[in-house]
């Protein structure tokens, strides 16, 4: 009897939104594989908006890229997001002693742009760094912040094992290829890190334009900007391309610092 009588309330609850016009929304889940920049300055600022305007529900497995890719050519993800070209990504994955599947097989598109900060203990008092200078900080070979103008205190390298499209962005760019200093402090995710940055004197770390708040240091370095890329596998599954019509369409207004430039899938 009790169950005739929750079915038969169901039924009738139903009924009564369909008479209302309240749209009945249910529930996609879309796992993606993401890198920290995506996070922050997207995923996490459209996850609750666009399910209730869509219905999709995003679920992040957070990684970083090269865990994504692992997963994405086993079937585990939907989409794989790093904050690293698609050339340079893949490069990554070998370096790694990964072979990625053939180019052919992905498809890859930008859904964005990302800058790439460094964040400082407010401690270490220091306002600006150069390309120098953050090239002899991360190799290790500038020890103390008093040789960059600012506080005498010993530097620590804050590095997030979770954050490896950013690394490898930075490392390129910024550090010329030379490897990260043998001697760092290990966090988990880009949060996790400016945490340490926060707790740790002398510490020093990289990060983006949505974690560098006052809690912490933002020196002005150069500008890094670097793509957003996201990857799938073989066709783009309906409840994936309802995500990417969001991101450049009504997500806009809620994403931070992330602007859309190109959305030929390539």
Known sequence: MSVTRTATRSVCILGLLMILGTPLVFAEEVKIGVGGSAT???????????????????????????????????????????????QD???MMVKEGYKPSTPAEYKYQ???????????????????????????????????????????IPIKIVYAKGTSGTNAVFQKEMMDGEPYAKSVLEASTAPDLKAKVVATPGAIGLSFVSLADETVLAPEIPLLERPIILITKGEIPYSMSKVLD??????????????VKDWTVK
């Open 40 to 86: 922050e300055d997207i995923f996490y600022k459209i996850m609750e908006p666009m399910e209730k305007s869509t219905g999709v529900k995003l679920v992040l497995v957070l990684d970083g890229p090269s865990a994504a890719l692992r997963s994405l050519d086993n079937d585990l993800l939907m989409a794989a997001v790093g904050g690293i070209s698609f």
């Open 110 to 152: 930008e859904i964005g742009r990302g800058i790439i900060k460094v964040i400082a203990n407010k401690g270490t008092q220091v306002k600006k760094l150069s390309k120098d200078q953050l090239k002899g900080i991360f190799t290790g070979k500038i020890t103390n912040w008093k040789e960059v103008g600012g506080a005498d």
């Open 89 to 91: 990504w893949m490069t």
């Open 246 to 259: 969001y991101i450049r369409g009504d997500g806009q207004k809620f994403i931070n610092k992330a602007v």
